[in-house]
């Protein structure tokens, strides 16, 4: 259910219908949009009744919700999230672009992929410290150092720096170096892991991926348990889905984009990358990702991606990666919104 307050309720008011909800077993989140005030109610415990609530000073309307996805729902917050990933913003008129290889390998490696990203206008750099590889011989990460290295990197060049988090106990030394994290589509529904991040004391933002055989219902469940966690800066990510088709390692759904759109008022973004997973297609679904509204896009970036340790084949080249960001532009500026100009363009 969410309680919708009258645009003149008193702090006193708010206060006393959410001591009603939780003497009734239920929690409250707020969430305080342009000329309202919502509560959503949420959790287990006695039966709710609209009636109830709205004969309580200050309550406008009480409209029970359908949908299992409570707190990311539009009924629960009509306005769009803008996600602040320390000042870099996910969900306004800017599409925000993230790029970096799949993994860190080396100081020299992370630097010239975050030179090459903030270069063509990039403003996070991505990279995996900690990997999940589906055979257990293959490269894992640089766990700490990849971190400290993503950080001195981003740093240097100006970009925040979203990694992926695997597991609780790395959520901690994570947060020290990240500015973001990353639910890989692995665990998209490890709610353990989800309902620590949405808990953490620090509430940094997630991008949550989908999974690879997720419905669309089933990854906004798992944003709810983030959510309910009382974080409320998440971000999806289209990331493409399993097909019986070989042609591509996956199928980039491009429909989820406006269905999500219409759905939830969350943040979307796409990853053309692992979406196809062959490099000379990358950079067609980046651009279709921004034509059909995208709020930003995440490209895998390598500096020699012939020799790197994961990921390489669907790795743009530097200038490739520079080119791709010129198209989009182009795209993004027929919708009314922007992508952040390149050093070669701002000068």
Not at 45 to 65: K, Q, T
Not at 94 to 120: D, L, N, T
Not at 339 to 345: M, Q, R, V
Request: proline content about 3%; glycine content about 10%; aromatic content about 4%.
């Amino acid at each position: 259910m969410v309680i919708v307050m009258d645009r003149q309720a008193t702090e006193e008011q708010i206060a006393a219908v959410t001591e009603k909800v939780h003497a009734l077993g239920r929690k409250v989140h707020r969430s305080d949009g342009e000329g309202s005030i919502v509560l959503g109610v949420v959790g287990e415990g006695a039966n709710l009744e609209p009636s109830d609530f709205l004969v309580m000073d200050g309550v406008n309307d009480a409209i029970r919700i359908s949908s299992p996805f409570k707190l990311a729902s539009r009924t629960f917050q009509r306005e769009d999230t803008i996600v602040d990933v320390d000042g870099v913003k996910i969900g306004g008129d800017e599409v925000i672009v993230m790029a970096g290889p799949c993994s860190v390998e080396s100081e020299e490696q992370i630097f010239a992929c975050a030179e090459a990203v903030a270069k063509a206008g990039g403003r996070i750099l991505r990279g995996g410290a900690y990997k999940p590889r589906t055979s257990p011989y293959s490269f894992q990460g640089l766990g700490v150092e990849g971190l400290k290295l993503l950080r001195a990197a981003g740093d240097k060049y100006g970009l925040k720096v979203v990694t992926e988090v695997m597991a609780i106990e790395q959520i901690d030394e994570i947060s020290e170096w990240a500015d973001m994290f990353q639910v890989g589509a692995r665990n998209m529904q490890n709610f353990n892991l989800l309902r620590a991040l949405g808990e953490h004391k620090d509430h940094k933002p997630v991008l949550l991926k989908r999974g690879i055989a997720a419905t669309i219902q089933e990854w906004l469940m798992s944003a709810e348990y983030i959510l309910a966690g009382g974080t409320k800066g998440v971000v999806l990510c289209e990331r493409g889905i399993r097909s019986y088709d070989n042609q591509t390692r996956n199928i980039l759904d491009l429909s989820a984009v406006p269905v999500i759109k219409k759905l939830s008022h969350l943040p979307i973004v796409a990853d053309p990358s692992h979406g196809t997973g062959i490099r000379q297609y990358v950079a067609d679904l980046a651009r279709a990702s921004v034509a059909v509204g995208a709020d930003g896009l995440m490209v895998e970036v390598h500096n020699n991606p012939d020799k790197a340790l994961s990921d390489g084949a669907q790795s743009l080249y530097p200038e490739q990666f520079d080119t791709l960001m010129k198209r989009c532009r182009v795209i993004a500026t027929v919708l009314g919104r922007n992508i952040a100009p390149g050093k070669d363009d701002a000068a």
